[in-house]
Every structure is written in C-alpha cells, then in structure tokens.
Nanobody, 121 residues
C-alpha cells in the first residue's frame, strides 16, 4: 500500500516562510507527476504547483515568484518552499502523486492526509 505523508505546516505571519514536505512510501515502481493542492474552507481544491518526472514545473498564478516546488526521485520526496506568505495562502495543503505500484501493478493518483497552513495578518 502506498502512503503519502505531508509535514511542515503551521502558523506563520504575513511575509513569513514555510517548507512543506511530502514523503511517499510503499510498493512504488515509479512516480510520474507530483503536485501540491490546497483547499480553503468553503472553496474548491486548487492546484498550487506541480512537477513532472522530468523536472518540469508549473505554478498557479497566485503563487508564482513566491513558491518553489522540487522533488528528489531517489528519496520519493517532494518539497514546497513557500515564501512571502499571505493570508490568502491559508488552506489545507495536500500532496498528490501519480504512482505506479510494484505489487499489485496499478497506476493511480494518491493523496496525502493534508497539512494545515495558516497565515495571520
């Protein structure tokens, strides 16, 4: 069974920084695209940043220039460095990964449990 575990969330003041981490474990054959999503109360989940297995990245317009996504394929981990945080960044952040498992062989999206990020004004 594949598990994704996020960590690094917390409370920070406007202008501060946080670094989120996502660790994937289990019977993993390969990880294709990975990304971070967030969901604020009463709002739909939205894509924050994503990275392909080849290292290409893309970001939501609202976080460009402030957030940086990265991944370590050898460790099956992904990071989201968040700088210049704003109150509108407050949300639960979820790790998502397109994973092919080793046994049983299956390709599917997996989600972490989420980590809360709160930015105070």
């Amino acid at each position: 069974q594949v598990q994704l575990v996020e960590s690094g969330g917390g409370l920070v003041q406007t202008g501060g920084s946080l670094r989120l981490s996502c660790a994937a474990s289990g019977s993993i054959f390969s990880i294709n695209a990975m990304g971070w999503y967030r969901q604020a109360p009463g709002k739909q989940r939205e894509l924050v940043a994503a990275t392909t297995s080849g290292g290409r990245t893309n970001y939501a317009d609202s976080v460009k220039g402030r957030f940086t996504i990265s991944r370590d394929n050898a460790k099956n981990t992904m990071l989201l460095q968040m700088n210049s945080l704003k109150p509108e960044d407050t949300a639960v952040y979820y790790c998502n990964a397109d994973i092919t498992t080793g046994w049983p062989v299956r390709r599917a999206d997996y989600w972490g449990q989420g980590t809360q990020v709160t930015v105070s004004s």
